[in-house]
């Protein structure tokens, strides 16, 4: 049993179909965990899917696999060859590091990571993290811009 999520990206002119590449993670594929990926990829200033598909999409498995560690179920596909309708929360589209429509989803959003602590862990196991402090102002930074 997992979490499961797909993600895809639209592309420079805003369009994604099925032969585009997308990303399925089998764990913390709750919006919760979702947006603080996304948001800990924006943060560090990363190239996304949406400017660049295969730089982006490396640079975004590389934030979800430094979580994982060893343990880790990611998968890079066509999203046609992606579980797409998986039961848990379907396919998040984003365009650059931001969520902007949801597909085979109708359930209730999962809420049980705090954005902030959910930031912090996955800045402590990345290979060249934020200091704790510099993450906080990026942390507050971010959240004012989004509000």
Do not use: T
Request: net charge negative.
């Amino acid at each position: 049993m997992g979490n499961r999520a797909v993600l895809v990206w639209k592309d420079k002119d805003g369009h994604y179909d099925d032969s585009s590449m997308g990303v399925y993670l089998h764990w913390n594929g709750g919006r919760d965990s979702i947006e603080a990926f996304l948001a800990y990829c924006e943060m560090k200033d990363l190239k996304s899917p949406s400017e660049n598909v295969s730089i982006g999409i490396r640079n975004f498995v590389d934030v979800v696999a430094g979580f994982f560690g060893s343990n880790q179920s990611i998968y890079i596909d066509k999203m046609s060859d992606l579980d797409q309708d998986n039961w848990d929360n379907g396919v998040y589209v984003c365009d650059g590091w931001k969520i902007v429509d949801r597909k085979y989803f109708d359930g209730e959003e999962q809420d049980e990571h705090d954005f902030k602590e959910m930031l912090h862990a996955i800045n402590s196991r990345q290979a060249e993290p934020f200091d704790s402090d510099d993450l906080d102002r990026k942390i507050d930074d971010w959240l004012e811009a989004n509000a």
